[in-house]
């Protein structure tokens, strides 16, 4: 079987996994946010989350003023957030397609 989004190249394909997964985990965390039972993916959200919450803070802080400064923080904190998840992907994809394209030139070479 031949899956056509493995077709895509490594940079792209990361980018779109890392643009859903930011959706499905910011959707499932805000929707469930009072629900008992997710507070261990409360934290790993504001784990993972981190470094783009920090710097959204200090964005958001130096464009001052209340609505400028909280797109300003808004924008920051997806756009890091998206960065996140894409070196997470493309560590993933990358890896799996140079291993696996490894394997196969070693058998066909035997």
């Known amino acids: 079987m031949n899956i056509r989004l493995f077709k895509f190249n490594t940079p792209m394909l990361a980018l779109g996994f890392s643009v859903l997964a930011e959706a499905l985990f910011v959707g499932v965390v805000k929707l469930f946010s009072n629900d008992a039972d997710l507070g261990r993916l ?35 904190f997806f756009a890091v957030a998206l960065v996140e998840w894409w070196m997470f992907f493309f560590v993933v994809i990358w890896s799996v397609r140079h291993f696996s394209k490894r394997q196969h030139d070693s058998i066909r070479a035997a």
């Open 42 to 76: 409360r934290n790993l959200w504001l784990w993972f989350h981190s470094p783009a919450i920090t710097l959204a803070d200090y964005c958001g802080m130096v464009a001052g003023g209340h609505f400028f400064g909280d797109m300003v923080g808004i924008i920051v």
